[in-house]
């Protein structure tokens, strides 16, 4: 057998290899490689670690230079440091690994930029736990110390998922990877904070805050989860000031403990019950007899509860805002650890639920309590630590995010950004134009620290401020700028405290598509050569959140928007469309399917899937079908290399140099291969097409459906005639097909399954003196026009004529291997032309006799023998096959009545229940409507039976 280059001899992992660099150039050393035999099956778990290696070390996923066309960039969306593969990683990984392989196979310089995410609140709480176990605390370590040990466990455990993520065959450009917390990245956050500062867009102030009490930190909406759990409704009363009689207003709440931060009772100024005591005051139980109003407002629900709402601005967001309207006081009553403070009074010091009890066992024993009742309440818990998440009102750095907004619902109304699928752009539009300023510190110490620092006039009166914190403070990009500008303030004795808060993680996250690249540097190449970048691939659930800011934040520092496509995948859910939960004990590891079933089949099913913000089922089985298309494509490989095996070295070199894609190539061949190439062609058109339109799941189906319905189950088969055969040109012609097809259906598929096809590109010969390049810097197929749809179609009717024989073999049990007669009457000329060139494929996909059929102009009267079916294949196109003695009549015969015996059974028992009137008077209606469709269904397959078994008197007659 003939040598052939090889890119990697050896399945990659042993031998010569003699790829420079990735774009396949040969460094001529050594002999060339013969290519080993395949084994029965691909060793994914041997080699899919040995091939991405190759990948990786050859530089095959950093952009081209050579590359032509405008650039494709994908910023991947960072996951935490802390993470480990989940299945939402796997999906996002395997979408823009599959736009990414398929763009740079069309050439275009292609960068996917990958890193990392600090993640504030999950590191420093996984750092937190790990000090605890050694009896130690961040507060007695100190800020630095705290750091330096963060630090350490990022450089020890922080590239665990990145190396989950090669796993999954992530072709992004290492290289380049980042981490929020990099130094050119942290002067990006410093430089944004700053110029936002600069333009009035950042300021301090006091809002209402999520504040998780054990992390005690303000967390974002993202980080809030909210659970349905059973709680208490707790009625009271609150006593009116001044008034005979113990008159009182009956108040509802679920959180008893607030009362005592209550400044305000409201009812509806409509509501006949309350309206005459609007404008009056009530005492606030248990708090030492402070007074509070009693207020109108049409945001009460007359309604729910008692109709009357206690109103406590500084713990409820309802409350919250209602206070802000009508000026309302508001009071803290809640340390940061959610223990009382002065405010509660008696019950200053106790836990928030110690003081529930506490507090509502006073108000029974004051005579206050009316009842309480059941109530589901929807508690709000951090995503982190699981406890109930507390609404404070704080002191916090926020962002003016109107301004922002504005220029981000012009991007994506004029066109200059597209949302996929389109209804999410309606979601985006209502988020930013109802949008609150966002509060951007966390009261963390692993993050970016706030570039403030508060100026005091000396070191004295430094060290006297409680907190650090002062009236008057800087924002610089350093501290020897805060310092210069403290000095031009204060002279030189003035002294500095930065900040001691973080910014929120969503913050730097939301420069990533630009600070990776090199912002704020604007002479930075790759911010020259890759930005804007070309899609934002993520989940639907952090549209607001990030992708929002992202397009904000590229449009205020850039003045550009930072993609033209956003693409919303939707989640993983298990077979049963429930949500992943440890709880429901449902999660799938993917790291546990790629070992049971291959890296390739996990992302095929991923991929197939997924529609656009389109939740996926994922269940096993078909995981199961797509490890079958690995096995599928595998054993096609073997076929190929079985078929090359007695080529020459010359006849692999011209296999290999065959090219199809052009019209005139078709011209002569041999209709099978005609059909094959012709099909073939629009395949690629069809899988270039879904691409393009990021149909992930159209590019997998389009492919699977082609390769398995009609290159292997059909042009395979149809190959061996030739193959086979005495005419060793035929054969030759034959395996440039199989040669060309294979080759472009592994290109096809390799975005989706890169492993299998990487290591069956392999086996494929080179044309000589051609550069041996891998699978993924190969060029993405494509044609001139080389499709014959008259081949198509006169394929297609040779394809329905098999069909029709290989039924009715089967319907009357003619041994499989039987070779039989037949007579083709076709009517159009063509056709018949056709049929007749292929008759030897004819025969063999159809067991028949070559001796014992012919084909013939349409019959002019139907056939005088008894024992001849006539099967109507298509209009002007039958087949006639003498069926006379191909089978034991008597015996089929018997089988038949057996098979009568028993649906006549069925079909009495059936007839019975519709005729027992009380049945189908009592029967629900569908029951009645499935019985009726049953009964149908039997009459059907016993007037079937009896018309084969008149069939098979005729054949005996």
């Known amino acids: 057998m003939a040598c052939v280059l090889l890119w990697d001899c050896n399945t990659y992992s042993q031998g010569c290899r003699h790829v420079s660099q990735c774009s396949g150039q040969s460094n001529g050393s050594g002999p060339l490689a013969s290519p080993e035999e395949l084994p029965k099956t691909f060793d994914f778990v041997g080699e899919e670690q040995d091939i991405y290696e190759r990948w990786e070390q050859d530089g095959c996923f950093?952009?081209?230079?050579?590359?032509?066309?405008?650039?494709?960039?994908?910023?991947?969306?960072?996951?935490?440091?802390?993470?480990?593969?989940?299945?939402?990683?796997?999906?996002?990984?395997?979408?823009?690994?599959?736009m990414v392989r398929f763009n740079r196979m069309r050439g275009r310089p292609t960068l996917w930029l990958p890193g990392t995410d600090h993640a504030g609140i999950a590191t420093q709480l996984v750092v937190e736990k790990m000090l605890a176990e050694e009896g130690l605390t961040r507060l007695g370590m100190g800020r630095q110390a705290f750091e330096e040990r963060v630090w350490?466990?990022?450089?020890?455990?922080?590239?665990?998922?990145?190396?989950?993520?090669?796993?999954?065959?992530?072709?992004?450009?290492?290289?380049?990877?980042?981490?929020?917390?990099?130094?050119?990245?942290?002067?990006?956050?410093?430089?944004?904070?700053?110029?936002?500062?600069?333009?009035?867009?950042?300021?301090?102030?006091?809002?209402m805050v999520n504040w998780s009490p054990n992390l005690q930190t303000a967390v974002s909406d993202l980080e809030v989860d909210y659970t349905e759990d059973p709680g208490t409704l707790y009625y009271f009363r609150y006593p009116v000031a001044d008034a005979e009689g113990?008159?009182?207003?009956?108040?509802?709440?679920?959180?008893?403990?607030?009362?005592?931060?209550?400044?305000?009772?409201?009812?509806?100024?409509?509501?006949?019950?309350?309206?005459?005591?609007?404008?009056?005051?009530?005492?606030?139980?248990?708090?030492?007899?402070?007074?509070?109003?009693?207020?109108?407002?049409?945001?009460?629900?007359?309604?729910?509860?008692?109709?009357?709402?206690k109103i406590t601005p500084g713990h409820d967001p309802n409350d919250y805002e209602i206070g802000k309207r009508v000026g309302l006081e508001i009071i803290n009553i809640m340390n940061n650890d959610a223990t009382l403070n002065a405010s509660a009074g008696a019950y200053q010091g106790l836990d928030r639920f110690e003081a529930r009890k506490r507090l509502w066992a006073d108000m029974e024993e004051a005579g206050l309590v009316i009842k309480q009742e059941p109530y589901t309440m929807r508690v709000p818990r951090s995503q982190r630590g699981g406890e109930v998440v507390e609404p404070l009102v704080r002191e916090q750095w926020f962002v003016r995010m109107q301004p922002l907004a504005e220029p981000a619902l012009q991007a994506v109304a004029d066109g200059t950004i597209r949302i996929l699928p389109e209804r999410f752009q309606k979601t985006y539009n209502m988020w930013l134009e109802n949008i609150r300023?966002?509060?951007?510190?966390?009261?963390?110490?692993?993050?970016?620290?706030?570039?403030?620092?508060?100026?005091?006039?000396?070191?004295?009166s430094a060290e006297a401020s409680a907190d650090g914190r002062s009236a008057d403070y800087v924002v610089a990009r350093s501290e020897e700028e805060a310092a210069e500008q403290a000095r031009k303030r204060h002279g030189e004795g003035a002294a500095l405290r930065q900040e001691t808060d973080v910014l929120d993680t969503w913050f730097s996250s939301g420069l990533w598509p630009f600070s990776t690249l090199g912002w704020p540097d604007e002479a930075a190449p790759d911010l020259a050569r890759f930005y804007p970048t070309s899609v934002m691939e993520t989940g639907h659930d952090i549209l607001f959140f990030w992708v929002a800011r992202m397009i904000m934040m590229g449009l205020e520092f850039t003045g550009r928007a930072p993609f033209s496509t956003v693409f919303l995948h939707g989640l993983v859910r298990d077979g049963q469309g429930r949500k992943m939960s440890k709880s429901l004990g449902n999660v799938v590891d993917p790291v546990e399917v790629i070992s049971e079933y291959g890296t390739d089949a996990l992302r095929f099913t991923l991929a197939t899937g997924t529609t656009a913000g389109q939740d996926l089922n994922l269940s096993m089985d078909r995981v199961v079908g797509s490890r079958n298309l690995t096995n599928k494509l595998w054993n096609a490989g073997k076929f190929l290399q079985m078929a090359l095996a007695q080529a020459s070295s010359s006849g692999l070199a011209a296999l290999a140099a065959a090219d199809f894609s052009r019209p005139d190539a078709l011209a002569g061949l041999p209709l099978t291969e005609r059909w094959m190439l012709s099909s073939l062609h629009q395949v690629v058109d069809r899988v270039t097409a879904a691409h393009e339109k990021l149909e992930f799941g159209e590019t997998g189906r389009a492919f699977y459906d082609f390769f398995w319905s009609q290159f292997a189950d059909w042009y395979i088969e149809s190959a061996k005639t030739r193959l086979y055969g005495d005419d060793a040109e035929a054969a030759q012609t034959t395996r440039a097909v199989l040669v060309y097809s294979f080759r472009t259906l592994l290109a096809l598929v390799h975005p989706i399954m890169p492993f299998v096809s990487e290591?069956?590109?392999?086996?494929?010969?080179?044309?000589?003196?051609?550069?041996?390049?891998?699978?993924?810097?190969?060029?993405?197929?494509?044609?001139?026009?080389?499709?014959?749809?008259?081949?198509?179609?006169?394929?297609?009717?040779?394809?329905?004529?098999?069909?029709a024989i290989r039924n009715a073999r089967a319907e009357y049990n003619v041994e499989l291997g039987r070779r039989i007669a037949a007579q083709l009457a076709v009517g159009q000329a063509d056709l018949r032309a056709a049929l007749a060139a292929e008759?030897?494929?004819?025969?063999?996909?159809?067991?028949?006799?070559?001796?014992?059929?012919?084909?013939?102009?349409?019959?002019?009267?139907?056939?005088?023998?008894?024992?001849?079916?006539?099967?109507?294949?298509?209009?002007?196109?039958?087949?006639?096959?003498?069926?006379?003695?191909?089978?034991?009549?008597?015996?089929?015969?018997?089988?038949?009545?057996?098979?009568?015996?028993?649906?006549?059974?069925?079909?009495?028992?059936?007839?019975?229940?519709?005729?027992?009137?009380?049945?189908?008077?009592?029967?629900?209606?569908?029951?009645?409507?499935?019985?009726?469709?049953?009964?149908?269904?039997?009459?059907?397959?016993?007037?079937?039976?009896?018309?084969?078994?008149?069939?098979?008197?005729?054949?005996?007659?």
């Open 152 to 207: 350490g466990w990022k450089r020890q455990y922080g590239d665990f998922i990145t190396g989950q993520m090669r796993r999954l065959g992530a072709s992004c450009d290492w290289s380049r990877e980042r981490f929020t917390l990099d130094s050119q990245l942290s002067a990006a956050v410093r430089e944004a904070f700053v110029r936002l500062h600069e333009k009035g867009l950042v300021y301090r102030g006091s809002y």
């Open 62 to 98: 950093q952009p081209a230079p050579s590359g032509t066309g405008a650039p494709f960039t994908i910023s991947m969306p960072p996951p935490n440091v802390t993470g480990r593969l989940h299945m939402g990683h796997a999906m996002f990984v395997t979408l823009q690994d599959i």
């Open 437 to 460: 300023d966002w509060c951007i510190s966390r009261q963390l110490w692993w993050g970016h620290r706030i570039p403030v620092w508060y100026v005091f006039p000396d070191e004295a």
């Open 839 to 957: 008759l030897d494929v004819l025969c063999n996909l159809a067991k028949l006799d070559r001796a014992q059929v012919t084909i013939s102009e349409p019959l002019a009267e139907a056939p005088s023998s008894s024992g001849t079916i006539v099967l109507v294949v298509a209009e002007g196109l039958e087949v006639l096959l003498p069926m006379a003695g191909l089978f034991d009549v008597a015996k089929e015969v018997a089988r038949l009545n057996k098979q009568r015996e028993k649906a006549e059974k069925d079909l009495a028992g059936v007839a019975g229940r519709m005729a027992n009137k009380k049945f189908m008077d009592n029967a629900p209606p569908q029951v009645v409507a499935d019985t009726m469709r049953q009964k149908e269904e039997a009459e059907q397959k016993v007037a079937a039976i009896a018309e084969k078994i008149q069939q098979m008197s005729q054949l005996a007659a």
């Open 759 to 803: 290591r069956l590109w392999t086996i494929l010969p080179a044309a000589e003196g051609a550069e041996r390049r891998p699978l993924i810097s190969a060029p993405w197929p494509s044609h001139s026009g080389a499709i014959d749809e008259n081949a198509i179609a006169q394929y297609q009717a040779l394809q329905a004529t098999v069909g």
């Open 246 to 309: 113990g008159e009182h207003l009956p108040v509802a709440t679920t959180r008893p403990e607030t009362i005592l931060g209550d400044t305000a009772v409201a009812v509806h100024p409509e509501d006949e019950r309350y309206k005459h005591l609007i404008g009056r005051h009530c005492i606030v139980p248990m708090s030492g007899g402070r007074q509070i109003p009693i207020i109108g407002d049409t945001y009460v629900d007359r309604e729910f509860g008692t109709g009357a709402l």
